[in-house]
């Protein structure tokens, strides 16, 4: 008689045992995908800072050790513009958006005066204020450069975690 007993509670034990680890299975199955989806919803986030970054890096490449009038700073500032709107949003990425946009304004502010068609020459300390301001002009940018990498970065690091 025990042995008549023996099979159908065993097997019912191990039917339970496995409906058991199919429930857990399903838990840590279903934990997975809404872990997956949150960062993917968090990295869409990412997404248009993160192209107009590169833009932004793309424009001041174009600009290097080039003396530039304020008509040449167009694409930077509109983009500038683009980044300054969205970096108040963008609560894990302030600090360095700001950071961007500041840099951009101070590179922005370094455009050499228009030349003037009427003035064939230019005078010694003319020439050497250009100078000057041409090399703060190239400081500028490399200040930007790095802040656009460092919030790149900032981006790939926040995309991992």
């Given at each position: 008689?025990?042995?008549?007993?023996l099979v159908p509670i065993t097997s019912a034990l191990g039917g339970g045992l496995i409906g058991?680890?199919?429930y857990q299975h399903q838990r840590r199955v279903f934990a997975w995908t809404r872990r997956i989806r949150r960062k993917d919803e968090t990295n869409a986030e990412y997404d248009k800072p993160a192209e107009w970054l590169a833009d932004l890096y793309k424009a001041q490449c174009r600009l290097t050790r080039k003396p530039c009038v304020a008509d040449d700073f167009a694409e930077i500032s509109q983009t500038g513009?683009?980044?300054?709107?969205?970096a108040d949003t963008t609560e894990a990425l302030r600090l360095e958006l700001?950071?961007?946009v500041e840099c951009v304004k101070d590179y922005v502010a370094?455009?050499?005066?228009e030349p003037d068609a009427a003035a064939?020459?230019?005078g010694l300390q003319q020439h050497r204020a250009q100078l000057v301001q041409a090399m703060r002009q190239e400081t500028a940018r490399g200040e930007l450069?790095?802040?656009?990498?460092?919030?790149?970065?900032k981006i790939k690091g926040l995309r991992r975690s």
């Open positions: 008689m025990t042995s008549t007993l058991v680890l199919m513009n683009m980044i300054d709107g969205i700001r950071k961007v370094t455009a050499l005066p064939v020459r230019i450069v790095r802040a656009v990498l460092a919030a790149e970065k």
